[in-house]
């Protein structure tokens, strides 16, 4: 039954990460595979495999997914973001990094490198 579930979730899965995770879960938990058979197919380390497959354990098919990182905060509001996104949308023509950095700094004043 498990294993239905977990074929299924691999058919339907779009994320390449998450599928390979879901493919790891399904070499250990249904086909009975080591970690570390499973790791040379894979082409992956231990580590990665031992991670994902706890995460699996304690939270299941979610546990596969990626959690969301705070990063660093934006230094420009929300609302600048979204007048600069507008005007980059209704722009005919093409934009290149650099360009878009310079609308950033002339916009907010906020610097930002390559």
């Known amino acids: 039954m498990k294993s239905n579930v977990l074929d299924k ?8 990460r998450v599928k390979e995770r879901i493919l790891l879960v399904i070499r250990v938990s249904s086909d009975r595979q080591h970690i570390e058979s499973v790791v ?3 082409h992956t380390s ?6 994902w497959h706890k995460r699996y354990n304690d939270e299941g098919l979610d ?3 990626d959690r969301p ?3 660093k905060p934006s230094e420009i509001s929300k609302e600048e973001t979204e007048k600069i996104r507008k005007r980059l949308a209704d722009s ?3 934009w290149d990094i ?8 002339k916009e907010t004043g906020v610097k930002y490198h390559k």
Not at 46 to 51: C, E, N
Request: charged share 35%; net charge positive.
């Open 40 to 42: 040379d197919e894979l």
């Open 98 to 105: 650099k360009q878009v950095m310079d609308l950033i700094q």
């Open 46 to 51: 231990r580590a990665w495999a031992y991670k």
């Open 9 to 16: 979730a691999y058919r339907n899965e779009r994320d390449g």
């Open 69 to 71: 990182r705070s990063g």
């Open 92 to 94: 005919n023509t093409g």
């Open 63 to 65: 546990g596969l997914r």
